[in-house]
């Protein structure tokens, strides 16, 4: 599987995820012959969302995991990896400085996003496990996850319009939550139990059967490129 650096803030996941669940679910474990047995594996997608990071690689034990170096707000889609406990380490692209690493534990058949948050000088890996199942139909799933250190608890809603998930903290990862499919939404993510609207994502597509995930990264207190943005990533979406 080729690994493909894609801009998030456009798209993101995984080509024919469909495909992948079948292959997943069925001759992964055993093919037609009942004679070979492919090793069950995790899914882990990576996000660089550490406002004043340069570039960065990631690494999985000794594997290099992206092609390209990984800038802000960027990211790899799902790479497969083995399950149980890994060694998940950030690196300033180009070098052997380490941003970040600790130990991750896997398991078969989930799926996963980590997030590089916070800024350099302290940086975060945040692990968020992904459920994405596939929505009912003429619908999609969306939720939000903060991974921008300062800006407190927040909020996702539709302009003028639903509120789809509420009172995330730092760190925090909503549910996937079902919104009519095939339809254009400005999305806002506000402090949490306000109106006060930190960012804005203005006519997202939002397709039927399609999983979503809204990210806010950032800092509250920057005016410059670190100031807060939202993001949006697609983790899945099925034919």
Same mark, same amino acid.
């Given at each position: 599987?080729?690994?493909?650096?894609?801009?998030?803030?456009?798209?993101?996941?995984?080509?024919?995820?469909?495909?992948?669940?079948?292959?997943?679910?069925?001759?992964?474990?055993?093919?037609?012959?009942?004679?070979?047995?492919?090793?069950?594996? #995790?899914?882990?997608?990576?996000?660089?969302?550490?406002?004043?990071?340069?570039?960065?690689?990631?690494?999985?034990?000794?594997?290099? #995991?992206?092609?390209?170096?990984?800038?802000?707000?960027?990211?790899?889609?799902?790479?497969?990896?083995?399950?149980?406990?890994?060694?998940?380490?950030? %690196?300033?692209?180009? *070098?052997?400085?380490?941003?970040? !690493?600790?130990? $991750?534990?896997?398991?078969?058949?989930?799926? %996963?996003?980590?997030?590089? !948050?916070?800024?350099?000088?302290?940086?975060?890996? $945040?692990?968020?496990?992904?459920?994405?199942?596939?929505?009912?139909?003429?619908?999609?799933?969306?939720?939000?996850?903060?991974?921008?250190?300062?800006?407190?608890?927040?909020?996702?809603?539709?302009?003028?319009?639903?509120?789809?998930?509420?009172?995330?903290?730092?760190?925090?990862?909503?549910?996937?939550?079902?919104?009519?499919?095939?339809? *254009?939404?400005?999305?806002?993510?506000?402090?949490?139990?306000?109106?006060?609207?930190? !960012? *804005?994502?203005?006519?997202?597509?939002?397709?039927?059967?399609?999983?979503?995930? $809204?990210?806010?990264?950032?800092?509250?207190?920057?005016?410059?490129?670190?100031?807060?943005?939202?993001? $949006?990533?697609?983790?899945?979406? %099925?034919?």
């Amino acid at each position: 599987m080729k690994y493909v650096q894609q801009n998030l803030k456009r798209r993101a996941g995984i080509v024919g995820m469909i495909c992948l669940l079948a292959v997943l679910l069925t001759s992964c474990l055993k093919n037609h012959d009942n004679d070979y047995v492919d090793p069950p594996v #995790a899914f882990l997608s990576v996000i660089n969302a550490s406002p004043d990071s340069q570039p960065v690689n990631f690494f999985l034990d000794q594997n290099r #995991a992206n092609d390209f170096p990984i800038n802000y707000g960027h990211g790899i889609d799902y790479i497969r990896a083995f399950p149980g406990k890994r060694v998940a380490s950030f %690196y300033i692209a180009g *070098t052997q400085q380490k941003l970040k !690493a600790d130990t $991750i534990n896997l398991t078969a058949q989930k799926f %996963y996003s980590m997030y590089l !948050a916070n800024v350099a000088a302290t940086p975060d890996m $945040i692990l968020i496990s992904d459920s994405i199942s596939r929505p009912d139909a003429g619908k999609a799933t969306i939720r939000l996850v903060n991974v921008s250190p300062d800006a407190g608890a927040v909020d996702l809603g539709i302009k003028a319009g639903a509120l789809l998930a509420s009172n995330q903290a730092y760190k925090g990862a909503s549910v996937f939550t079902p919104i009519q499919g095939n339809s *254009t939404y400005t999305l806002e993510v506000r402090k949490a139990g306000t109106t006060t609207v930190l !960012a *804005t994502l203005q006519d997202v597509q939002l397709n039927s059967a399609s999983v979503y995930t $809204i990210w806010l990264q950032g800092l509250a207190a920057a005016t410059d490129q670190k100031k807060l943005s939202a993001n $949006i990533q697609t983790n899945a979406f %099925y034919y």
